[in-house]
């Protein structure tokens, strides 16, 4: 265990945690919870009972979501107070909420906050539609790719749990555009890049091209390009 000062969370930390406290109970714990229902109550209406075994398609990827959010807060609730350890989720969110001071002055608030971090992010991610999450870049340690919401500010890799910020995995990423072509329309590339969080028009594209600022060759298909994807993105930054 390490030592009390060395759990100590500076203001800023504070806030952020603060905030993940009340967005595990408010947000994302009853949207998980809907997610688990929805999916439970189709598998009831689908198959009736008695007939075959079909088990229900209850979605097991948010009861583990579930499961260790609930755990959490029971760990917490617990050490505001023992009793408190076995009290129902949102009661034990309610114990927590309401004893600001003491959950923030934990002797081992620093571990409990890494922890929330990664409970909370993997809860994001489930609750984020696939075509809403960006990519990133890849894990600096091991290549797999890198995918997470567009508001996320740290990534883990599920692979190798390498941890960083997201900015510095997306700088890496974007000194390696420059050595990546796409071949499409306009239209093709501009969404190719938001999914990467980089954000342009199918026109400014084209506008570029008439200009002769990108020097993206035609191919033989009509309005299709070979595209530089660093070329796009300098031509971005010095137009934002
Ligand atoms: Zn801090
Ligand atoms: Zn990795």
Redesign the pocket.
């Known amino acids: 265990m390490k030592p009390a000062s060395a759990n100590m969370?500076?203001?800023?930390?504070?806030e952020?945690y603060w905030t993940l406290i009340r967005q595990l109970g408010h947000v994302q714990l009853p949207a998980l919870r809907s997610i688990m229902l929805r999916q439970a109550s189709i598998g009831t209406t689908e198959h009736a009972p008695g007939r075959g075994n079909a088990p229900l398609p209850i979605n097991t990827r948010a009861q583990d979501l579930i499961a260790d959010s609930e755990a959490w807060l029971a760990e917490q609730a617990g050490k505001i107070r023992a009793a408190y350890a076995g009290y129902a989720w949102r009661k034990a969110w309610y114990a927590i909420i309401s004893n600001r001071h003491t959950i923030l002055n934990m002797s081992t608030a620093a571990d409990d906050y890494a922890n929330l971090q990664r409970i909370v992010r993997r809860n994001e991610q489930a609750l984020t539609p696939e075509e809403a999450m960006v990519i990133i870049g890849s894990c600096p340690k091991c290549g797999h790719q890198a995918t997470s919401t567009p508001q996320a500010e740290t990534w883990a890799c599920p692979d190798c749990k390498w941890q960083g910020g997201v900015q510095a995995v997306k700088a890496e990423r974007d000194n390696k555009l420059w050595q990546l072509e796409y071949t499409g329309k306009p239209i093709e590339v501009a969404r190719y890049l938001a999914k990467m969080d980089i954000h342009c028009t199918s026109s400014q594209i084209r506008q570029w091209l008439t200009r002769g600022k990108l020097h993206a060759t035609p191919t033989k298909h009509k309005g299709e390009y070979v595209f530089n994807l660093g070329e796009i993105t300098a031509m971005l930054d010095c137009h934002n």
């Open positions: 969370l500076c203001q800023n930390c504070r952020t």
